[in-house]
């Protein structure tokens, strides 16, 4: 009998997650949030830069689905920087707004909407148009955020107890598409 690629996946983890006692891959862009009040978080990544994450109810803070959005957008942008300052200049303004489309039964987005808003007016129609499709291009390619977004990506949790160093693996359950 073959086992099931849920089961393979959560011996894995478990393996894992004693192996390693709950450390994180080598990653150079890791980042850790602390918790600074109920359902408030401070987000920090090695180069110094902070972030306020929190729900809704709580000003000056973003909620994670914003920090989401905000992921998308920074990621469109730095993938189009390139091609748009080569054509543009390397003082061109641009200006990137992002919704989604939320499924509130399943807790998810559906969809995420974003719009570049740059000034093309000094091109003539096909150049503006092969900017456009230059730029479509480069998000494609190199948005690595969009791209994970698009096909998925599996979250790997583990429990570490700080008293103990005693770590348990959580397996998450498959979101239906």
Request: net charge negative; proline share 4%; aromatic share 4%.
């Amino acid at each position: 009998m073959t086992p099931s690629p849920d089961l393979e996946l959560a011996a894995a983890l478990a393996a894992d997650a004693a192996e390693a006692a709950g450390s994180l891959p080598a990653d150079p862009a890791a980042v850790r949030i602390e918790r600074v009040g109920p359902r408030q978080y401070v987000g920090y990544n090695g180069r110094g830069a902070v972030v306020h994450i929190g729900s809704a109810e709580h000003d000056g803070r973003f909620t994670p689905g914003e920090l989401l959005k905000l992921a998308l957008l920074g990621c469109t942008g730095l993938s189009t920087d390139v091609t748009l300052a080569r054509r543009l200049g390397a003082d061109y303004e641009a200006t990137l707004h992002g919704a989604t489309v939320k499924d509130v039964a399943q807790e998810r987005y559906t969809q995420a909407h974003e719009r570049l808003e740059v000034d093309l007016s000094a091109l003539e129609p096909d150049a503006a148009a092969r900017l456009r499709a230059a730029a479509g291009r480069a998000v494609d390619k190199s948005c690595t955020g969009g791209r994970t977004v698009q096909a998925g990506a599996d979250i790997h949790l583990t429990f570490v107890d700080t008293a103990t160093g005693a770590a348990t693996a959580h397996v998450a359950q498959e979101v239906a598409r």
